[in-house]
């Protein structure tokens, strides 16, 4: 599962100014991204009713293979690329996870695995871990174990990833937990950050819902009332001031209840950037909803040369593409209009 992956830590990389004219007037990018998110795998043991899977995913769609992606990782380390995310689907099921993070290390990439962790022994992330793996993301369902694996449909997964969270520690990793929180557990949010100091992680990401491919399909079962969200926010920052110095929140709005809405996911396209299984590059891992949007590949096109002109990147930065009201609103180039804006163009 891939959401909320943006690191607060390189916001300062952020206000950097990325955009300049070209000969012809149109918005030339001129900045490296800081993340790359590298879906290995659409395969998962899960069945999370949020998933980020394509809900039209091809079966037939062949993943990249340990020597494509390895190039991926030169490419990105060449393009000046900060950090990887190691993602899914589960990025544990690809036998080949150790040489893809070998060429990620070799590359000078800050790497991050994202994983359910049901599917990992303590000997394979210690393996990781020798290899040079700098963190690891654990998702949970829920802190209830019942609930959580009612969500996942995971039998006994809730006792396997506090193993995890254990071995993650005991091999002096960083550890974040990622929640993501909807109607079904959003009422146990306490517990769930009482968890993550529990299981000693430094970093919590409280990941409200975004609403795309599998969430989409099943939101009338997740969208919480906004009572339940707005108590959640007071929950979430009287937790942010009783635990400072213990553990640090990562907080993923909810879109629906939000005052204002984010800069798309949250920088993508301007600042990280998603390559999937596949191969494809996109400036935001739900675009593919897009229509007509062209999308280049990896297997086609050198990634510096998509990530600087590819057609959807350029899509997605500066301001013309924007109807009204987005196209005059003063804020244009602070929350570059919102995600129904993007999908009527």
């Known amino acids: ?34 993340g790359l998110l590298a879906e290995l795998t659409y395969r998962c043991p899960l069945q999370c009713p ?23 990782m030169r490419q990105a380390g060449a393009l000046g690329v900060l950090q990887v995310h190691l993602s899914g689907g589960e990025p544990t099921v690809r036998q080949d996870l150790e040489q893809i ?5 070799a590359a000078g990439l800050y790497t991050n695995l994202i994983t359910s962790g049901v599917t990992l022994t303590r000997e394979r992330l210690t393996g990781l871990a020798e290899r040079g793996l700098d963190h690891v993301q654990l998702s949970i369902q829920d802190a209830a174990p019942a609930n959580a694996e009612r969500i996942s449909g995971y039998r006994d997964g809730a ?20 929640a993501v929180i909807h109607r079904q557990n959003i009422d146990n949010l306490p ?42 926010v007071e929950i979430t920052n009287a937790a942010k001031e009783r635990l ?21 996911m949250g920088g993508w396209g301007r600042n990280l950037l998603d390559i999937t299984p ?47 009201p987005c196209r005059s609103c003063d804020r244009r180039e602070i929350d570059w209009g919102d995600a129904v804006a993007r999908r009527s163009r």
């Open 1 to 34: 599962m891939s959401e909320g992956h943006t690191n607060d830590d390189v916001g300062a990389c952020m206000q950097l100014d990325p955009l300049e004219a070209d000969a012809a007037g149109r918005p030339a990018f001129t900045r490296a991204p800081i």
């Open 50 to 72: 949020y998933c980020s899977n394509p809900v039209d995913m091809r079966r037939g769609d062949a993943e990249l293979t340990t020597a494509e992606w390895q190039d991926v």
């Open 101 to 105: 993070l070998e060429s990620a290390v």
């Open 159 to 178: 006792l396997k990833k506090r193993g995890v969270a254990r071995w993650v520690r005991e091999l002096s990793l960083p550890l974040t937990i990622n």
């Open 191 to 232: 517990a769930i950050i009482d968890y993550a100091v529990e299981v000693g992680a430094g970093r919590l990401e409280v990941a409200h819902t975004q609403y795309y491919a599998w969430a989409l399909v099943n939101r009338a079962a997740l969208i919480p009332t906004r009572e339940q969200f707005l108590r959640s």
């Open 244 to 264: 400072k110095g213990i553990l640090v929140f990562d907080v993923v709005a909810h879109d629906h209840y939000a005052v204002r809405p984010k800069p798309c």
């Open 278 to 324: 596949s191969g494809k590059v996109l400036p935001c891992h739900a675009c593919e909803a897009i229509p007509g949007l062209q999308i280049d590949s990896v297997r086609e096109k050198p990634l510096a040369d998509i990530w600087f002109n590819g057609e959807a990147f350029q899509k997605f930065r500066g301001t013309e593409w924007m109807k009204e």
